[in-house]
Structure formats: C-alpha cells, structure tokens
C-alpha cells in the first residue's frame, strides 16, 4: 500500500474542511486535504448563499443590536434546551470573527436583510457572499494556495478507514482506481458533509427517504460518522433532516428556474396532502425550512391544486404574490420581485410537465381523485371548504392570510403538481465537545479526532431553525475551531515530549 506521512488530515474539502485546511495553512503546519470528488467545494461551494454571525465588524458598524445573549437564549429556547450549549456558545462567540476570516480566504461576505420574505424583520445576522460565481472560483484557488505551500490535496481520494489504537495512527483511503493509501497523520478533521449521500443510513432515519428531493452533497455518505461510532463515539440523536424548500422534481428544482410549474410551487395556493386533506397554512412557502418541516410531516409528499381559470388568471395577469425563490437569486444590493406574472408560457409548461409527469391534470375530481389516489370524499371536502375561505376572504381552519386567498378552485380542467420535500443534508451524526472532539458516553474525548460542519450534533433539536446561514456558519467556524485545536495539541504533545 503507497504510504503518505503528513501532520493533520482533513477529509472534505467544503466549508468545514477549506477552513481548516486555511488555518493550517496560515498556521504553516503541514496537511493532507482529501476531497471525494474531481473539483474541491461540497454543498459549501455549490450551494450555500451565505452565513450566519454575531458580532461581526460589519454588524457593528450597522449598529446591530442582536449579539451573544440574544443569539444564545433564542437558539436554546428554539431547540427546546436539546442543544450542546458550549457547542453553542463557542460558534457564536467565534462566529464574528469568521467574517473577517472569510474575506481573507477570498470568500467576502456582506450582511445583509434575510433572503426569505418571512424574516424580513429578523435581526441582521445574514452574511451573503458577495458574488455567487466568484466565490466558486475563488474556492478553487484556495487548494493551489496550499499546495504552493507544501501541503497535499488529493482530489478523487475517499477517507475509508481509520487505524486507530489509542490514538491516530493513520487515516486509510482510497482513490479513484481504488488503490489504498496510508496516510500516517498525527490528527485528522473529518469536514465530509453528513450523509444524506447513505441511502441506507437516510432509509433507518426518515420514512420519506424515496420522497425527499435531495439536493444536497450525494457524495457525503456518513464516512466520519460511522467511523467515529465504530470507536466509540456516541452518535444518538434526533435525526435532523435539513429540509428546505420543495420542488416538483430535479427537473423542475428550485435552483434552476426554468418552468412556471416551479413559479407555482413557490406561492401559496391550495396544497392537499396524500390524504386530500389541507395540512398547512400555505403561506408558510415563504418560510424555507418551516416549509419544508410541514411537507416532511406528511410524508414528504403533497398536491398544489389549481383550475384551468387559475391558469389562465397567470397566463394574462400580473399577480400580487410573491415567488417565494425570487429572493435567492438577488446579489448582494439588489431588489427582488414581489408579483408574479403574466406568465405567457405557462400551459405550454404544465403541459410538458404533465408530459413528464410532475403534473397531473384531470377533467373532473374523480378522475384527479383516481390519477393521484386521493379519496374523493377528503378531495371534495377540501375544496369546498378552501373555496368557502377564498370567498369570504377568510380561512378559519389554517388562518391563510385574506389577501393570498386569490384563487378558488371551481370547473376542470384541475391540475395537481406534485410537490416533494427538498433537502440540503442532514444535521445530526456525533456529539462533540466545545474543541469539536468527538466524545464516547461518558464526555471522554476520541484522542486526535475532530468532527465538524454537518457531522455534529449540538445545534439543532429536530430541523434546521430560521436562522439563515447558520449550517453554513457553523461549518466555516468548526472548521476553523478543530483546525486551531489540533495544532495546539501537537504542541502540547511536543512539549510533553
Ligand atoms: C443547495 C444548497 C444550498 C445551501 N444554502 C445554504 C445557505 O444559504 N446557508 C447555510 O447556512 N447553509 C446552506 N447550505 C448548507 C451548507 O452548504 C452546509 O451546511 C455546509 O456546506 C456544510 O459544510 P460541510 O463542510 O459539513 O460539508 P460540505 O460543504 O458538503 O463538504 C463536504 C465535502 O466532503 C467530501 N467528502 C465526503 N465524504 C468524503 C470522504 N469519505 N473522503 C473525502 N471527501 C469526502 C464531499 O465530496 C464534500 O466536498 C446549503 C446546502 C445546499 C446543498
């Protein structure tokens, strides 16, 4: 077996893991950076928009009242107390700092008033890259910088195993020919992103796995975390599922914009679950993870249903609701759209999603009922009863707001689109210490190891919270936190030594 010797490996080179693999690397201690995939990045570097702070410079030079006390009460009390409160306490008090850390890895960030129409009033804690496009290519100049320094990134090599007696002897890994690699290191700082890439591991946890549109890092299969179990870390939790958003399909993803099906999704119309009943005040859509919460709760599966007049209203009109996604895609400074419409293309796209089949359509109830298996009963009932809300601008059951209860749904054709839950990852895998250590039952550190970024457990009780950039802030800080704690071991260690 070919053999490396290194001081620290890192595993994943996404936000958690590019941040280590920086302070390494300003810290001049020597590193193996392994990456899974061709091209460095993770959801980090293709996904995320920004992330969440306290304290930063820019938060102080805007005044911002929102600091440690407020960020701290909220998220325990949001999380209902199951949180690993030093955890906690360490990210927020280090998260200010990160932003200033970030402009320096070439990532700039600026904060600025939420993306989501439900947290306009929120305090400032969103720090948004500055440009989308280069932060991407600003990542992938952040792997020649520590290469031209003498550290190592291995692209296309998987950690796959750890040999560990004691302490870290080696991390085992694979390329892409799969020709084993030891990797003798002293620490190793596993950033591999969770594992909603498991099919299995997801299937134990969620029972809506086949629903679930995952648009997440497929490449993250829960290696840190089952290797970690394996040595006794204690991995129990609630399953965290980072729900956010839904979509028709990964044709029709949010991300893409390409088909009105998807401007539909993303209002708050008439949404019917698996049962054909109402489940959810629509107008949570302009609440991400809330929306998504509520898809998951039924099973990861719901109906948005419309008439064929509703169709034709968009086709012609421009109406006084907001595309929920509209807010995504604004860089930095610039005004997102609050009306949707005319949408001239509109029933070329249902049809052509009916075609492929995100979209049923139907000429009566009972054949809706039949196509999509709704009971009837439950279908009629919800509709008459929506209908009745629409009409008198008043929705008793789910207290929709009067002024996006705009459409009733009357004479056929009808329409289902088929909405799933979408996903960015998952939340949960191994509890750590404050040093982002994993720790056995009884709190007693795995010696050399570090789990951070979407491995941990700590921050979240069940879903992810409405603080936006938050996976991804703590991601940059644990990186960050773990990569600091390990070089301040190895000097310990010499001076023992
Ligand atoms: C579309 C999308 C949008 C998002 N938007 C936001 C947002 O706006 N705000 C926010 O806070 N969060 C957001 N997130 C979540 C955020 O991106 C993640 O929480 C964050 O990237 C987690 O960092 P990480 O380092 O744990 O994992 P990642 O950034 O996913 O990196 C994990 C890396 O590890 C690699 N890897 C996996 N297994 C191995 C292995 N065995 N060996 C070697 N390499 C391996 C993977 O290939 C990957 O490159 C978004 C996610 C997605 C998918």
Redesign the pocket.
């Known amino acids: 077996m070919k053999s490396l010797n290194t001081n620290v490996v890192i595993?994943?080179?996404?936000?958690?893991?590019?941040?280590a693999g920086f302070e390494l690397y300003q810290q001049k201690v020597p590193f193996i950076l392994?990456?899974?995939?061709d091209?460095?990045?993770?959801?980090?570097?293709?996904?995320?928009?920004?992330?969440?702070a306290i304290n930063s410079q820019q938060q102080k030079d805007k005044k911002v009242k929102y600091g440690y006390q407020e960020a701290f009460e909220g998220m325990t009390d949001y999380n209902h107390y199951f949180v690993n409160g030093e955890l906690l306490s360490r990210f927020l008090k280090e998260s200010g700092e990160n932003i200033e850390r970030m402009e320096q890895m070439g990532l700039p960030v600026t904060v600025e008033q939420s993306?989501q129409k439900a947290h306009l009033n929120d305090p400032l804690v969103?720090h948004?890259f500055n440009n989308f496009t280069e932060k991407m290519a600003n990542w992938d100049k952040l792997p020649e910088k520590f290469e031209e320094a003498g550290n190592t990134v291995l692209r296309q090599?998987?950690?796959?195993d750890l040999d560990y007696n004691g302490g870290l002897k080696a991390v085992i890994?694979e390329d892409s020919n799969g020709q084993k690699i030891r990797i003798n290191t002293k620490k190793a700082i596993?950033?591999?992103?969770?594992y909603c890439?498991d099919q299995e591991m997801m299937a134990e946890k969620y029972t809506d796995t086949d629903e679930l549109l995952n648009?997440?890092?497929h490449?993250?299969?829960?290696?840190?975390i089952k290797l970690a179990k394996k040595l006794g870390a204690n991995t129990q939790h609630n399953p965290v599922l980072?729900a956010?958003g839904c979509a028709p399909s990964f044709q029709i993803n949010p991300?893409a914009r390409q088909s009105s099906v998807e401007t539909l999704t993303n209002l708050p119309l008439l949404w019917l679950d698996q049962t054909g009943n109402r489940f959810v005040n629509e107008d949570v859509v302009y609440d991400f993870a809330m929306w998504a919460n509520a898809a998951h709760n039924v099973q990861g599966r719901y109906y948005a249903i419309v008439d064929q007049e509703t169709l034709n209203t968009f086709k012609t009109k421009e109406i006084n609701l907001e595309d929920t996604i509209e807010r995504?895609f604004c860089e930095v400074g610039v005004e997102p759209r609050t009306t949707v419409g005319p949408i001239p293309d509109i029933q070329a796209d249902f049809d052509k999603a009916i075609q492929s089949g995100e979209v049923v359509k139907a000429e009566t109830l009972e054949e809706l009922s039949e196509k999509i298996n709704l009971p009837l009963a439950a279908l009629k009932r919800s509709i008459k009863v929506y209908n009745q809300a629409v009409k008198n601008k008043k929705d008793d059951t789910f207290l929709k707001p009067a002024d996006e209860l705009l459409f009733g749904v009357k004479d056929g054709p009808y329409y289902a689109i088929i909405e799933h839950c979408a996903?960015?990852?998952t939340?949960d895998g191994v509890n750590v210490n404050r040093n982002c250590e994993p720790v056995k039952r009884d709190g007693s550190p795995l010696k050399d190891l570090y789990i951070?970024?979407?491995?941990?457990n700590g921050l979240y009780s069940d879903g992810y919270p409405s603080y936006?950039?938050?996976?991804?802030?703590?991601?940059?800080v644990?990186?960050w936190i773990a990569a600091k704690e390990a070089v301040k071991s190895m000097n310990n260690e010499e001076v023992k030594n």
């Open positions: 595993v994943g080179s996404g936000s958690s893991g590019i941040s392994l990456e899974r995939g091209k460095v990045g993770g959801a980090g570097k293709f996904g995320s928009h920004g992330v969440f993306e969103y948004k090599t998987s950690a796959v890994a596993f950033a591999d992103g969770g890439g648009l997440g890092e490449k993250a299969d829960g290696t840190g980072f956010h991300m995504q996903i960015l990852g939340l951070v970024g979407n491995n941990v936006e950039g938050i996976a991804n802030g703590f991601a940059f644990s990186g």
